[in-house]
């Protein structure tokens, strides 16, 4: 079983709290792998945030060719953090020799470009890079994009916090909004690109759970949109969907609840809207999705959500204070980190909802 965490703050937060967050709810996962994304960045990415970042991990090789990809194509390094390794001796993590984490300007014939052709752009050049450093397993391309920094690795959670170094809080390398999952795919073989959290042009989902739909939902999804690809685990279709349904459709997000967990025709038949439903129920069918499963996920304008399957067969539970916001797979989580909130605020959704959680940490509670 997995277990997921997220942490949005209105105050910079270092990944340590991610850690923490993780640690607790230890028994709840099996040690094989730690992730994280960073969003909203602060410290030393805070006067970046309008230029993409590159989060990569490659052999040498990978990294030259990762190089000379985007040096052809016109990106120029304008930033790089390059990660402190403490390589003690018995560490359970199965390290890459490179992490790059390195931030461009545009190329120069897209000074003037629109933000959709720039993101086009983004999505296309990552694509490329994956493609180029997949022989081998050369390389693991992550994120491309601006104001994004993302960490995946293979072993102990806690280990993969000392190895990198952070598990001491400090104000150079924070976000304000942080994902985080401790599990790699035991469904499946141990790849790096399985290991929630998944992204996409500024999309980003964590999944605790399984779909057994994914087969038709795979199907379905690998004719919409290039980007739509690995299928490594059966949750990237989870993302996949929101950013078809938000993205490509331009629908509201309540609209991603009713194409993933539609609710049953009777209940249709009684709403105002329901021609509308109807209509859902029938153009994106291959969408839908099943089994026991729990969703976190965050917009482009970094809006994070949850959500559970239609039986709510995996926990979660949203708890707050004054600064900050934090869902967790189990409630333990969040007690590590705020354990001076309000505990009977602590708000459990149910299968039928939606949360959300916008910029000034404001938690809606959006009924199906």
Known sequence: MCRIGAIKSLNYTHPSQALQLMQSQQKGHDNSGFAMMMQDLGGIFADYKDKPTLSMAATDEGVHIAETLLSEAGFHRVHQWVPQINAQPGLDIEAMPNYVYQTFDFPKAFANASQEEKEALLVATRLQLRAALEPNDMGFVYSFWPDVLTLKEIGDPRDIGTYFNLWESDDKFVAKVITAQCRQNTNYDIVRYAAHPFFLQGYTLLANGENTFYQKNK?????????????ESDSQCFLYSLH???????WPLPYYKHVI????FEDIAKRDDKEVLLGIRQSLAHLEINGPNTIIGVLPDNTMFTC?????LRPVVVGR????????????????ILPERDWEA?????????????????VQRWKQ
């Open 219 to 231: 199907e379905f999804q690998t004719k919409l949109h290039d980007g739509y690809l690995g299928f």
């Open 244 to 250: 078809y349904v938000h993205q490509q459709l331009k």
């Open 261 to 264: 967990t539609p609710l049953p």
């Open 308 to 312: 559970c399957d239609a039986k709510k």
């Open 321 to 336: 204070d004054e600064e900050t916001v934090v869902i967790s797979s189990e409630v333990c989580g969040i007690n590590e």
């Open 346 to 362: 602590d708000v459990y959704p149910d299968e039928r909802e939606v949360l959300v959680i916008d910029d000034k940490l404001e």
